[in-house]
């Protein structure tokens, strides 16, 4: 079976997600559009990391299918626990991995320099180029694995907990980088977080997964956020002050007034 | 008579003696080289220990094919050493990729048990060996001043081949190396991958282990890759420095062998330690300056 959709890049169907062989969710139906944000939140320890996990390969899965759009470009953010700080490389040899993918790793990159520049323009770390990836702060880290993300020109970035290890400010700044890059490149993203306010800000597609509850909620951010069950896991107050914030923040796109 | 007493060998000396030097002095060098490039994936990857314990299995595979010569069980002409240190490295190596977590141990466990079955059988295979005790100390701490001819070769087909594949596919493993679950996002072959670089070390350390020593082998897939990392932050130059380094440990420490009088492997290994020390040194200076 294969994807007929021009405008969906991943379809799940009837996915079934856990390890060896024993599911930690009911299963799950959602595709994941051309262009859009998506945010994927639950607690720790909700699945939502082996749900994404297995949505990019890296896990089978226990039933169901997940369908790639034919040559779909795929890129990844890893989470900060993934990648190891030791090793003596600048942010420009980390970007360059940007441009590994199969077997094309003999020899020269090939990767066009201006390409490069582009892409680290984009989220501003040309500046860095020559810097240690070590000596940086989480959040310069963590833009420059976007960079390396944003060479191979990816239609969906999968970023896990790209802010996990941020100072607010510089959360806000990464998220707001995250979608204007997303809009400027039609890009898809489809993002891990345990903040649900980035679900409420960003988000044009909201996937509630929680263990515990076996509950798989997706929807848009109003369906899943209003959403009895997601009410009953976080309580009324706080399901309340999530759709308040959605409503402002839907407010302030459509350039309404600001409450 | 005590080493001590004796005369210090002149620089004249060693040169009139070149012919009889070269083939060791060579083979030390090439192995500082292969193994210095290696080591930087070997520190990188935090599993240091690999190449003492794959050198400890190289040793008890010397051991057993001299014994199994001895009491006839395989015709003499198939009794090679190296043969014997290149399968029992390879299993070594197979060994060290099962999973820890699935026995419930962890991989310094695995590590710590391959070292120590591979230095107890070789021990013991040793003692009942008694024709062949000079060689089996040569594989345990270093040779004395001669490489075979066949190791000398092999070293050198070894080194330019493993050296030459290394380069090729250098971009894909450090790529997998530094970020597996990427690289396998992005369609690496990274098992692949990571077969190619346990057998390259695999076969590297088995093949010098027989050339230079066990102590050698684990000194040269550590130290060089160390002093490099400390004096450089660039994984360019430290690919370039840590076989100059292994090669400098190689060469430099049969020369101090030679001329104060002490055994190679423990020179070679000694002379590492004093570069690393110095580089380490020279990195908190750095820092606090």
Sequence with gaps: ?259 | MNPAETPTPTLQEFLDSWDLFRDPVITGMLAGVLLGYLGVYIVLRRTVFVSAAVSQASALGVSLVFLLDMYEWIPHALAEPVAGALVCALLAMGFFTFNPERMRLTREGLLGLGYLFGSAGAVMAGDRITQEAHDIQAVLFGPGVVVRELDFHLTIVTTVLLMGAHLLLKRGLVFTSFDEESARVQGLPVRALNLFLFLSIGVAVAVTTHAIGALSVFAFSVLPAMTALALSGRMNVVFILAPLLGMVAGGGGYLFAFFLRFPVGGSQTFLACVMCGLAMASAVIRRRT
């Design chain 1, 1 to 259: 079976m294969s994807i007929q959709d021009p405008n969906v890049l991943i379809d799940c169907r009837g996915l079934q997600v856990g390890y060896d062989g024993v599911a930690m969710l009911p299963p799950i139906e959602v595709d994941v559009h051309r262009g859009v944000f998506c945010v994927v939140v639950g607690r720790n320890g909700s699945g939502k990391s082996t749900w994404f996990k297995t949505v990019l390969g890296l896990i089978p899965p226990v039933s169901g299918q997940v369908m790639h759009a034919p040559g779909l470009k795929v890129a990844y953010i890893p989470q900060r626990l993934h990648y190891d700080p030791i090793y003596p490389l600048t942010a420009i040899n980390v970007v360059r991995m940007g441009a590994l993918n199969g077997f094309n790793f003999w020899g020269s990159s090939g990767l066009d320099y201006d390409e490069l520049k582009l892409a680290m323009d984009a989220v501003d770390v040309w500046k860095l180029r020559d810097q240690s990836f070590r000596s940086l702060s989480e959040g310069q880290k963590q833009r420059v694995l976007f960079a390396r993300a944003l060479v191979s020109r990816p239609e969906v970035a999968f970023m896990d907990e790209p802010t996990s290890a941020m100072d607010v400010v510089a959360e806000r700044e990464m998220l707001s980088l995250v979608d204007r890059v997303r809009r400027d490149r039609k890009m898809a993203v489809v993002m891990v977080t345990h903040e649900l306010s980035v679900a409420a800000e960003y988000a044009e597609q909201v996937i509630f997964v929680d263990r515990t509850s076996r509950t798989v909620l997706a929807g848009t951010p109003r369906e899943v956020l209003g959403h009895e069950q997601f009410a009953r896991l976080y309580g009324q107050e706080k399901a309340h002050e999530l759709l308040v914030e959605l409503d402002h923040f839907q407010r302030r796109k459509a350039g309404g007034p600001h409450t």
